[in-house]
C-alpha cells in the first residue's frame, strides 16, 4: 500500500492577494463619507430652502469671521507641527506647538 501523499495542486499554489481593506481604515472611509453626505444634503437643503423667498436674511457677526480665522491659523499650526515632528525638527515642532496653543487660547478667549 502507497502511503504517499500527492500534493494537490490547489495546496501548493500561492495565495493570491486580496483587496481588501484594514477595519479600522475601512472606518475611516465610511465615516468620511457619511460626513461628506452629510454635507451635502444640507447644503442642498439650504440652497432650496433659500430658494423659496421666504428666508430671513441677517448680518453675520464679525466675532464669526475672527473665529473663522482663528481656528483656519490653528489648523495650518497643527499641519505644521506635525509635519516637522515627522521629520525629526523638534525645535520646530514644539515652536508650532505653541503658536497653535497661543491661538487655541485665542479662540477660547474671543468669544
Given amino acids: 500500500m502507497n502511503t504517499e501523499i500527492t500534493s494537490a495542486p490547489s495546496l501548493m499554489e500561492e495565495a493570491k492577494p486580496t483587496f481588501s ?3 479600522k481604515k475601512f472606518m475611516l472611509w465610511l465615516t468620511i463619507a457619511a460626513i461628506t ?3 451635502a ?5 439650504y440652497l432650496v430652502r433659500r430658494a423659496e423667498g421666504n428666508w430671513l ?3 453675520i457677526p464679525m466675532i ?9 491659523i490653528s489648523s495650518l499650526f497643527m499641519h505644521l507641527s506635525v509635519r516637522a515632528a515627522k ?3 523638534l525645535a520646530n515642532s514644539k515652536q508650532r506647538f ?3 496653543l497661543h491661538s ?5 478667549t474671543c468669544k
Fill in 21 to 23: 481593506f484594514h477595519p
Fill in 37 to 39: 453626505m452629510s454635507f
Fill in 41 to 45: 444634503g444640507w447644503t442642498s437643503a
Fill in 57 to 59: 436674511e441677517f448680518e
Fill in 64 to 72: 464669526f469671521w475672527y473665529s473663522t480665522g482663528v481656528l483656519l
Fill in 87 to 89: 521629520k525629526d525638527q
Fill in 98 to 100: 505653541r503658536l497653535l
Fill in 104 to 108: 487655541a487660547w485665542y479662540f477660547c
